[in-house]
């Protein structure tokens, strides 16, 4: 993880053993909004990741209606997931058809596979890019080399950048009462006291 260090309105992100440098200017409204817009997508991944995972279902079913084609009697995909595939393949299944099968039972779970690993690339890949567009920096790269993180490594960049954050924000409030004073705007403009995340 890389080194913080407070520099005004800004922070100076450096990672442990190099000399690599990122400066982040909190008071650049587009990267609050972007941050904001990030952090509350990450506590929503979880939506996204089940939305997209609904072609594993399909790869299933498919697989179930492949073994109703071979005259096998299926009711559920339940039948043929890991707990059960023994009992279905003694109960239901005619030696002559069991290899047939396990070779398609074997062919979708490597499919779903495929497909997870994709939907993960996917998700990862637009993460990144978004994290770095945020930033208007490659800050992936320098904050975890030149790899695909998981999502759980911006669960630290988050939680680090986060209390900066607050501080723009509230910064930000206390400076347009002081002007809603000045200028008597309370009945026009009213910004909520609102710093958490």
């Known amino acids: 993880m890389a080194q913080i260090k407070q ?36 506590k929503n991944v979880e939506d996204l990741v089940k939305e997209k995972m609904k072609v594993l279902d399909e790869i299933t079913e498919s697989t ?6 071979m005259g096998i009697n299926i009711e559920s995909k339940d039948e043929i997931s890991d707990e059960n595939i023994e ?13 047939k099968v396990k070779e ?3 062919d979708a779970n490597m499919d779903m596979l495929i497909a997870a690993s994709d939907i993960e690339i996917d998700i990862l890949q637009d993460f990144k890019d ?3 567009n945020a930033f208007n920096a490659p800050i992936t790269d320098i904050m975890f080399g030149d790899t ?3 999502l759980e490594y911006y669960v630290e960049l988050f939680e680090a950048i986060t209390p900066y954050i607050q501080k723009a924000k509230a910064a930000e409030n206390k400076t347009l009462q002081a002007i809603n004073e000045k200028y008597k705007l309370n009945n026009v403009v009213d910004f909520p006291e609102r710093t958490e995340i």
């Open 148 to 150: 695909l993180p998981p």
């Open 104 to 106: 398609a039972i074997a």
């Open 64 to 69: 179930v209606e492949l073994i109703k084609s």
């Open 7 to 42: 520099l005004s309105n800004a922070i100076e992100l450096t990672v442990k053993g190099s000399d690599r440098k990122i400066r982040v200017d909190f008071t650049d409204k587009r990267l609050v909004n972007k941050l904001l817009k990030l952090i509350k997508k990450y």
């Open 87 to 99: 009992t279905f393949l003694n109960e239901k299944v005619s030696s002559d058809k069991r290899d």
């Open 130 to 132: 978004e994290v770095n």
